[in-house]
């Protein structure tokens, strides 16, 4: 993942699938555990609804692009299709945000602070995220 600090290139970065392991094991509760025990009081159909509802929000989720270019960072949305920019010159601390889960599984999040709109920006679910702070860090103007 080394790339010089004077690359003009774009570099994309997608959450990976280990990060949604909580919610793979969440559609495994909502879609097998009504139908293995009917006694747990969840209908069948609410279970496969919540279990829709669960894969729909993966779905969302794996769908967002985090880009570090020559004018700073982004972050794009598939569906709906947006955009949220941040210049370098906006750009302040990264922080690497991490979880218990997301610790045992290898990821992380990047917080990343815009110093003056205020609209700061999440990075969801990298496979290396402190390799990723100090990739943006050597991109910094």
Known sequence: MQVP????????????????FVYYVALAIFFIGPLINPAVGLPIWLGFIMGALVVAAVAYMRGQAYHISSQGLSKTWRWPVRRQDLPWANLGEVQVRRGLTQTLLRVGNLYIIDQVRGDNMFWFG????????????????
């Open 126 to 141: 990298l496979a290396d995220p402190k390799a990723v702070k100090e990739l943006i860090e050597g991109r910094r103007p």
């Open 5 to 20: 600090s004077g690359s003009t290139e774009d570099i994309i970065f997608r959450p990976c699938a280990r990060a949604f």
